[in-house]
């Protein structure tokens, strides 16, 4: 029998608007881990924002961590587990909220994955490419407290985390 979990990072958030870039840059972190230590039940992804479409993936999965951007008045970052919620748009930019993927995962394909969501605190959101220092200092932090969440699903062992610096 495979116990071993099928599990996705996934990334939102526009790379040329400075921190809402997050997102996409803790999936190429992750992807760098997963090579580093090869482990091979952690697939990423990363777009401009959610999308319906994006149901049909998470599916397959039994656990999904989306990862993104926030404004919100939070400390580094704040991880949250999500239940489903018809709710289809946030208060950010991106067309659908991670709760109303879940929920269609689960309407139309009767699939409910362990969904979580990591918000990174961002601070600046002009036309710009690269993220602000502050930025990057929550996204190590943020990155380091994934690995450690990942770490309890995989099967190899994984000694620590690859250095940042």
């Known amino acids: 029998m495979n116990t ?3 599990i996705l990072v996934y990334g939102y958030g526009n790379p040329g608007r400075q921190d809402d870039a997050l997102g996409y840059e803790v999936v190429k972190l992750v992807e760098q881990w997963t090579k580093v230590h090869k482990i091979t039940n952690i697939e990423t992804d990363s777009n401009y924002q959610l999308n319906v479409e994006d149901a049909e993936k998470i599916a397959g999965k039994d656990i999904v961590v989306f990862v993104d951007a926030t404004q919100e008045d939070i400390h ?3 991880f949250t587990h999500l239940e489903p919620s018809e709710k289809k748009v946030e208060f950010t930019m991106h067309a659908v909220s991670p709760e109303y ?3 269609l995962s689960n309407d139309l394909f009767k699939k409910s994955p ?4 990591l918000a990174i605190k ?4 002009d ?3 690269g993220l602000t220092d502050n930025a990057k200092l929550n996204m ?3 990155f380091q407290f994934l690995t450690r969440q990942l770490e309890t699903y995989i099967e190899t062992e994984v000694h620590r985390p690859i250095s940042m610096l």
């Open 127 to 129: 036309f710009k490419e």
């Open 122 to 125: 961002g601070y600046e959101w």
């Open 4 to 6: 071993t979990k099928k």
């Open 114 to 117: 362990r969904t979580c969501q």
């Open 76 to 78: 580094e970052f704040k």
């Open 101 to 103: 993927v879940l929920h």
């Open 140 to 142: 190590i932090q943020a």
